[in-house]
């Protein structure tokens, strides 16, 4: 079980049902039995509940009843606007500010470091994050920091859509290998339009445009 306060344990449990799918959008959360699964009562699995709700991951209705976040278009077109904007930016803040400790936690995080499979576990995202969160961090921005952790989990529901829904090509998993390795490049040599460059191109052939498409379609 995850160590801190019973509702950061509630609050733990229930994003990586959440993230990994076994939570899916749209279902009723039943408070009473999951309380019991994880092994707290019902007060801090609602302030977990609450936390989730402030990330965009859970949302509340008559009766106090939780459910998952619905997928939505909107939601999706949202995000990736926002990330269009804040991934390049923290990348190319990266590449100015990076301390050696902070380029020492991205190579670290990027090493077997691979493109996502069909049915990620919640191992390989929380890999995905640490590197990206890794980057974010070197950025030596707070706030910047803080937003876009904020979207990180709000985003991996989107691309598990993603991946269920279209296999990606060798090619393409590739490529995100690839830009994955630029970015760790870029940032060592503080080529901070470069790094900027290869992260825009990195959010527009994401798995968040695939989802889009999906949920368009």
Do not use: C
């Not at 990330?55 to 009766?63: A, M």
């Not at 919640?122 to 706030?143: G, K, T, V």
């Not at 989107?158 to 994955?180: P, S």
Request: hydrophobic share 45%; proline share 2%; glycine share 4%.
């Amino acid at each position: 079980m995850a160590t801190g306060s019973k509702a950061d344990v509630a609050y733990v449990s229930i994003r990586d049902k959440i993230l990994s799918g076994v939570l899916a959008p749209g279902t009723v959360i039943p408070q009473r039995e999951l309380a019991a699964e994880i092994g707290v009562s019902t007060t801090p699995l609602r302030e977990g509940l609450r936390r989730l709700a402030s990330e965009g991951l859970v949302d509340f209705g008559d009766r106090k009843i939780a459910r998952i976040r619905e997928l939505r278009t909107d939601d999706a077109r949202n995000l990736l606007e926002v990330r269009r904007s804040l991934d390049p930016l923290a990348a190319s803040l990266a590449a100015e500010r990076r301390s050696n400790a902070d380029m020492a936690e991205i190579r670290s995080s990027a090493e077997g470091l691979t493109a996502l499979s069909v049915n990620p576990g919640i191992d390989e995202l929380l890999a995905h994050r640490r590197f990206h969160a890794a980057i974010y961090r070197a950025s030596q921005n707070d706030l910047l920091i803080s937003v876009l952790d904020r979207l990180w989990d709000q985003a991996d529901r989107y691309r598990l859509l993603a991946l269920r829904k279209e296999d990606r090509g060798q090619v393409a998993r590739d490529r995100k290998d690839e830009e994955h390795r630029l970015l760790v490049e870029h940032i060592a040599a503080r080529e901070a339009e470069a790094a900027a460059r290869v992260m825009l191109e990195h959010i527009d052939t994401s798995l968040a445009v695939t989802a889009i498409r999906e949920l368009d379609s």
